[in-house]
């Protein structure tokens, strides 16, 4: 019985050795990488590592090399399909397109808050900020 369960720790990662993956970070960046090595803390190495930003269906990439990754610091980590990835349909553009793209949403959403938030303190609910434990 104790065979069929599996490793919850380091361990299991051993599975993920050269094998390309993605990676979310707790500051919310994603990195692709081929997962080169690892140590008892779940630290790890990314060789030909990309930092990949979208929005909506445009993404850019940005060229790392390799990358020490903390363990402590990950929030998902899986192994990506090489098949599947070819299929998804999305349109590769400059980094700064996405990112003055990130930045207007970004902008709307913030005019929008302020906007609800007047609305809704006139009507006597009190906003006490979006504070929150939010990757």
């Known amino acids: 019985m104790d065979a069929l369960i599996p490793f919850t720790t380091s361990g299991s990662l051993v599975d993920l050795v050269d094998k390309k993956v993605l990676v979310v970070l707790r500051d919310g960046r994603k990195l ?69 793209q990130i930045n207007a949403e970004n902008k709307r959403r913030e005019r929008d808050h302020t906007i609800k938030d007047k609305v809704l303190g006139s009507i006597g609910f009190v906003n006490e900020g979006r504070e929150g434990d939010a990757y």
């Open 32 to 100: 692709i990488g081929v997962f080169r090595s690892y140590d008892q803390f779940a630290n790890f190495l990314l060789e030909a590592c990309i930092e990949r930003i979208h929005y909506k269906f445009d993404y850019a990439d940005k060229d790392i090399g390799v990358l020490l990754v903390r363990g402590e610091n990950v929030v998902a980590l899986g192994e990506i399909d090489l098949i599947a990835e070819d299929m998804v349909p999305l349109k590769q553009v400059s980094w700064n397109q996405v990112e003055e």
